[in-house]
T-cell receptor, first 114, second 114 residues
């Protein structure tokens, strides 16, 4: 079975540019999560969706960050304009409904803002 | 509020030696607990999970964890580590109220001494 698919795997861009990260969750999963991982702050939950609807975006650092889920098989995380402090690894994860359901992670996008 | 504490930031063990990684949680009811492993350059992979029943849980790659309610702990163990076990390990608890949200600990980095 295909796991969570993220693209691109690596992104290097200059500050001020728009960055779009993409995620395809596991088919049938109705929850989708976006995380950011850095050495300083560890793993942070940015936002999560249920049935394509954003449920909690309290972890989104600022208005420069936005996320959408136009359908059950696709989500994007956009940063506009990007800044060097946004450099991190961004993970997407998906899960089924239920308290005991584990999250399944993609391999992440390593983002470097110069 | 729920929380997870992994008191050891970095542990080094010799290949073939036994391993125990500590995890303490704070949770109001019966918790849903998980251990994940992250190899360099990859996403988090589920090792095992606990939500009810036998307090000793078996996982993949020869790992096991024991739930101890009296100590609010869910320590991860392996009787004999292999060099390929070098990775970052995350303990996590399911958030109260469901919604499939998971609270992650800060992680323990495991190094293997040849």
């Amino acid at each position: 079975d295909a796991g969570v698919i993220q693209s691109p795997r690596h992104e290097v861009t200059e500050m001020g540019q728009e960055v779009t990260l993409r995620c395809k969750p596991i088919s049938g999963h109705d929850y989708l999560f976006w995380y950011r991982q850095t050495m300083m702050r560890g793993l942070e939950l940015l936002i999560y969706f249920n049935n394509n609807v954003p449920i909690d975006d309290s972890g989104m650092p600022e208005d420069r960050f936005s996320a959408k889920m136009p359908n059950a098989s696709f989500s994007t995380l956009k940063i506009q304009p990007s800044e060097p402090r946004d450099s991190a690894v961004y993970f997407c994860a998906s899960s089924l409904t239920g308290d005991n359901q584990p999250q399944h992670f993609g391999d992440g996008t390593r983002l470097s803002i110069l | 509020a729920q929380s997870v504490t992994q008191p050891d930031i970095h542990i080094t063990v010799s290949e073939g030696a036994s391993l125990e990684l500590r995890c303490n949680y704070s949770y109001g009811a019966t918790p849903y607990l998980f251990w994940y492993v992250q190899s360099p350059g990859q996403g988090l992979q589920l090792l095992l999970k606990y939500f009810s029943g036998d307090t000793l849980v078996q996982g993949i790659k020869g790992f096991e964890a024991e739930f101890k309610r009296s100590q609010s702990s869910f320590n991860l163990r392996k009787p004999s580590v292999h060099w390929s076990d070098a990775a970052e390990y995350f303990c996590a608890v399911g958030a109260e109220g469901g919604a499939s949200k998971i609270i992650f600990g800060s992680g323990t980095r495991l190094s293997i001494r040849p």
